[in-house]
């Protein structure tokens, strides 16, 4: 899979990935990360990318020619085109599964008040929101659909790692526990210790449901 992301600011997405299943997975060839200055795609000697906004208003506004341009540049026949804003589509795990089966994705992430709206009606496929809350721009957002969608390509966890996380899905997580078997007082539950595997099994799935319903009832 490749991956190519537009944006203002490419050095924020240097730590990310170059660390952990993200390098790792780069270093393995299983998907290939690219990240352009949309600022490379201005003509004028001063590489604007936005303006003031039509009729008025508070913020500069994305303009559409350096995006334009970009993708005229990157985009194939069968990329997705992404656009992150607090207006999109939310972005959940079965939007990652989908991701995850693409060929080539392009997120474009944007960091004004807006953007041109020609972007969103002529150049873009989906737009993009992991939350209903508005950051100061989009490259977060693509970093944490990056990483989601990374994890789930073929090859990319290790078998163990993948059995881990997705085993109660989609309920949460059940309580895990290491040594030691006591600290300052507190206690690793008796039946984990038991080695009845049936019984475990059982109390991994009660607490998996009374987590979910307590925290996240709207999942079940
Ligand atoms: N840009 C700013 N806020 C965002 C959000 N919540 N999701 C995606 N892109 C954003």
């Avoid at 949309?38 to 559409?64: A, F, N």
């Avoid at 589509?89 to 080539?104: D, M, P």
């Avoid at 997705?166 to 078997?181: A, N």
Wanted: proline share 5%; with cysteine.
């Amino acid at each position: 899979m490749k991956i190519d992301i537009l944006t203002l600011f490419p050095k924020m997405f240097t730590g990310p990935f170059a660390e952990s299943i993200v390098k790792r997975a780069q270093d393995k060839g299983l998907v290939e990360i690219k990240i352009h200055d949309l600022r490379d795609w201005t003509k004028d000697t001063r590489k604007t990318v936005d303006g003031r906004p039509y009729g008025g208003g508070v913020g500069m506004v994305l303009s559409v020619e350096p995006v334009y341009l970009a993708l005229k540049d990157l985009k194939k026949k069968d990329s997705k085109v992404v656009l992150l804003t607090p207006q999109g589509k939310t972005f959940k795990q079965n939007v990652a599964k989908e991701y995850s089966n693409l060929k080539h994705l392009i997120l474009i992430c944007g960091h004004y008040e807006g953007f041109d709206e020609r972007i969103r009606e002529h150049l873009i496929d989906e737009e993009l929101s992991i939350g209903d809350y508005v950051l100061t721009g989009g490259e977060l957002p693509a970093m944490i659909v990056i990483d989601t969608i990374v994890r789930l390509i073929p090859g990319v966890l290790e078998k163990e790692e993948a059995t881990v996380f997705e085993s109660f899905s989609p309920y949460l997580e059940y309580p895990q526990y290491t040594r030691p078997e006591e600290f300052k007082g507190w206690k690793v539950p008796e039946v984990l210790k038991s080695g009845n595997h049936k019984e475990i099994e059982k109390w991994r799935k009660e607490k998996s449901l009374a987590k979910t319903k307590r925290i996240r009832p709207d999942l079940i």
